[in-house]
């Protein structure tokens, strides 16, 4: 159980493009999601956190207008990259809190999406 | 906020050796420590937790102590083997309605054989 997707697993766009990443829980429901963001041989960087039907919550830097974020069901969130450019160029990592476990805080996280801006 | 610090960064054993990474935190409202194990373009793995209630837990070869006196909590691994070469992340959950992680720099374990 606890299994998250991510789709594309990769992507590779061209510069000024808008690219969009697809997390979705299979086997649970998620009030709640998260959008990292890992550069080579770095941590992962929280960029936002997504909570059903409302806006989300971006961190500090986080430019909110480039990276739109809907999650508009349960097992649904989506991440959209606007005007991308190579800088942009990175590993995206979404991850989930089951609700049915609120009081567990474990996160599930997806497999990732590869994007590369050309 | 919340801010963990990782170290060492890098570490190298031989296979059948003990190793140790330490984390400290900030957030003395933080109440639970994941350590999630990472392969080079794969996701965070966890292989071990542990909540501000509990000084230590043990599985296996895998063991993680908590001291919230001094916001610091470390893993340990037993008789190391190659596959347990990879990146590995401490984290730190902060309390509230947000239950955000905030993740070390991570640590890059080779176990030579």
């Known amino acids: 159980g606890a299994v998250v997707s991510q789709h594309p697993s990769w992507v590779i766009c061209k510069s000024g493009t808008s690219v969009k990443i697809e997390c979705r829980s299979l086997?649970?429901?998620?009030?709640?999601m998260f959008w990292y963001r890992q550069f080579p041989k770095q941590s992962l960087m929280l960029m936002a956190t997504?909570?059903?039907?409302?806006?989300?919550?971006?961190e500090q830097g986080v430019e909110k207008d480039k990276f739109l974020i809907n999650h508009a069901s349960l097992t649904l969130s989506t991440l959209t990259v606007t005007s991308a450019h190579p800088e942009d160029s990175s590993f995206y990592i979404c991850?989930?809190?089951?609700?049915?476990?609120?009081?567990?805080?474990?996160?599930?996280f997806g497999p990732g999406t590869r994007l590369t801006v050309l | 906020g919340e801010n963990v610090e990782q170290h060492p960064s890098t570490l190298s054993v031989q296979e059948g050796d003990s190793a140790v990474i330490k984390c400290t935190y900030s957030?003395?409202?933080?109440?639970?420590f994941p350590w999630y194990k990472q392969e080079l373009g794969k996701r965070p793995q966890l292989i071990i937790d542990?909540?501000?209630?509990?000084g230590e837990k043990k599985d296996q070869r895998i063991a993680v102590t908590l001291n919230k006196t001094a916001k610091h909590f470390s893993l340990h691994i037993t008789e190391t083997q190659p596959e347990d070469s990879a990146v590995y992340f401490c984290?730190?959950?902060?309390?509230?309605?947000?239950?955000?992680?905030?993740f070390g720099k991570g640590t890059l374990l080779t176990v030579n054989p």
């Open positions: 991850s989930a809190r089951d609700w049915g476990l609120a009081a567990h805080n474990e996160q599930f």
């Open positions: 086997d649970f429901q998620a009030t709640t």
């Open positions: 997504s909570n059903e039907g409302s806006k989300a919550t971006y």
């Open positions: 957030d003395s409202a933080s109440n639970y």
């Open positions: 542990i909540r501000s209630n509990v």
């Open positions: 984290a730190s959950l902060s309390g509230g309605s947000n239950y955000k992680l905030t």
